[in-house]
């Protein structure tokens, strides 16, 4: 199994969800984050002062896969919250060790 | 503003009705009986009185908008706190310092007035007929104090935001007794209660731009210089840090809060409503009012954008507020093109004098500084545009004037509380917020830290 950790620009976020359901991903975990890249944040006015922003709000997907799932929903992932704007996001694949569904005890590939 | 000044334009009220016999009543369609004149003079003040109240709730929500979630609470007991206080201050002292009728403790009608009498406002009686009136040719006493003790709490109003975020509770509040009990009403005095600015300088000053939000501007400025910037406001390389503030949402109501109560306060400074000519002025008056808050709006939403690239809300907010200041002093006279350009003028001032006191290290969180003070100033002086008796040294010496007379009297009382009890929270308390640290109470307990 793998996880694969992608940060992207929130407003993508609906459109990858839709893409990756359509590919067989049955579950994802979303957080809301803030963070910085290459684009490494850019500068506002509040009242006259210009201040900078250095964390940029992103979306944070977790999703573990079969192994052989993997690069198909890094692909689609990539293609889907691609904009060719700098802060795209990043995406990120992890080995995991096992998995466990709570409600019945099934383990690892069955569990996801 | 005061009953003396009135008698001109009370005066044709009380002249035209003599024409009708009191017995047969007002001739329909031409004048009002002196019963009626003084039923619509105390209702007038009634109706702007209420409305002049209400601002306290746009203070109130304007700067619990520009503060940021962990001062709320403080920032709201402040404001409930100081209302209720100028409430007793102006009814024990400051209505009869104000409005001395006369009985001067310090000076006269004639020769000039410095300061009025002492002791607390007293009302008619209950029930009363027209010949137990106080004043019966015009208006209620009990209508002319509770419409007069509102502008009152208005200036104190104006010194809370300034302050925010950093001040102790308790000596705020001492300030706030000292400039609704004796500063605010001995300046006022001096031109609504007759006294010398009136009789000896000529100054016009309609409903305050001065008088009332000058005042409150110079008490903040003193306050935020003795007070010093909040923790981490100024960088030691210069530049500012925002803080923005906790809910714009708030503040935008505040801000139309504000100006709807402004029509209680310049419409109601007309002081007089029985007469054909009193009710017209009224209405120019509210619709220049109107204007010119619009007119410092759209100032403000158009430089932003040229300055910035970007409007900023809460110098729109702002802009909206210092065209109102603008009009204050001349709300009747101008054109509703006038009074829109003066109102412009007013957010234009707005939109430097935020960023001019950041370079200066002055902290105020909400504006007030600019909104009150300099489009005060700014408001006082546009009265010689349209209002042709006014003369410029009759407008600009009583700034000069009331300006030192309150920015000192407020420094040296800043000093004294600085010195007996101290006027600033510790380091600790100030970063982890006045609410929790002096109250113990969240305004948003259920919000999570982040």
């Known amino acids: 199994m793998k996880l694969i950790i992608a940060a992207i620009k929130p407003f993508k976020l609906e459109e990858v969800r839709e893409a990756l359901t359509s590919v067989g991903v049955r579950g994802m975990m979303v957080t809301e984050i803030k963070g910085f890249g290459s684009q490494s944040g850019h500068t506002e006015i509040y009242r006259g002062a210009e201040y900078a922003v250095n964390f940029v709000p992103k979306v944070k997907l977790e999703i573990v896969v079969a192994d052989g799932m993997a690069e198909q929903v890094v692909e689609t992932i990539a293609t889907t919250a691609k904009t060719d704007k700098i802060g795209d996001g990043k995406i990120f694949v992890l080995d995991v060790e096992s998995a466990l569904r709570v409600r019945t005890g099934e383990t690892n590939d069955d569990a996801i | ?450």
């Open chain 2, 1 to 450: 503003m005061n009953l003396r000044t009135l008698i001109p334009v009370a005066g044709a009220a009380l002249v035209l009705p003599t024409v009708v016999l009191a017995q047969d009543g007002p001739v329909a369609g031409v004048n009002a009986s002196t019963d009626t004149v003084f039923i619509f003079n105390s209702l007038l003040f009634l109706v702007g009185g209420f409305l002049v109240f209400w601002m306290a709730a746009g203070f109130a929500m304007l700067e619990g908008g520009l503060v940021r979630s962990k001062n709320v609470t403080m920032q709201m007991t402040k404001n409930i706190g100081l209302f209720s206080l100028a409430a007793i201050a102006y009814y024990l002292i400051g209505y009869n310092l104000m409005y001395p009728l006369g009985s001067w403790s310090i000076g006269s009608d004639e020769a000039g007035g410095y300061l009025g009498a002492f002791g607390p406002a007293v009302l008619e009686a209950v029930g009363i007929t027209s010949d137990a009136a106080d004043d019966y040719g015009y208006a209620s006493t009990g209508s002319d104090f509770f419409f007069q003790l509102m502008f009152c709490a208005t200036t104190a109003s104006i010194v809370s935001g300034a302050l925010a975020e950093r001040i102790k509770l308790w000596p705020f509040l001492i300030f706030t007794i000292i400039l609704t009990a004796l500063i605010y009403p001995i300046q006022a005095s001096w031109k609504w209660g007759g006294g010398f600015l009136d009789s000896q300088r000529g100054f016009l000053d309609f409903a305050g731009s001065t008088g009332v939000h000058s005042v409150g501007g110079w008490a903040a400025l003193a306050g935020a210089l003795i007070l010093g910037p909040r923790i981490g406001k100024y960088a030691a390389d210069g530049r500012v840090t925002p803080m923005p503030g906790s809910n714009l949402a708030l503040a935008t109501l505040g801000t139309f809060i504000l100006w709807l109560g402004w029509f209680g306060f310049n419409g109601g400074s007309q002081l007089a409503m029985g007469t054909v000519g009193d009710v017209a002025d009224v209405s120019r008056i509210f619709a220049n009012t109107n204007t010119a808050a619009a007119g410092g709006a759209i100032a403000a939403l158009v430089l932003t954008q040229i300055l910035y690239k970007k409007v900023d809300l809460t110098m729109v907010l702002n802009g909206a507020l210092a065209g109102l200041v603008s009009i204050t002093a001349e709300p009747l006279t101008p054109s509703l093109g006038a009074a829109t350009l003066i109102g412009a003028v007013g957010g234009v001032i707005v939109v430097f004098a935020v960023p001019f006191l950041d370079k200066m290290k002055i902290d105020d969180v909400v504006g007030a500084i600019p909104v009150h003070l300099f489009a005060g100033i700014w408001g006082t002086l546009a009265v010689l545009l349209t209002n042709p008796d006014a003369t410029l040294t009759g407008q600009l010496v009583p700034i000069i004037i009331v300006g030192l007379f309150v920015f000192v009297v407020s420094l040296v009382v800043w000093i004294v509380l600085k010195g007996i009890m101290g006027i600033r929270v510790d380091e600790e308390a100030e970063i982890n917020g006045l609410d929790m640290s002096e109250l113990g109470m969240e305004a948003y307990p259920e919000f999570s830290k982040g």
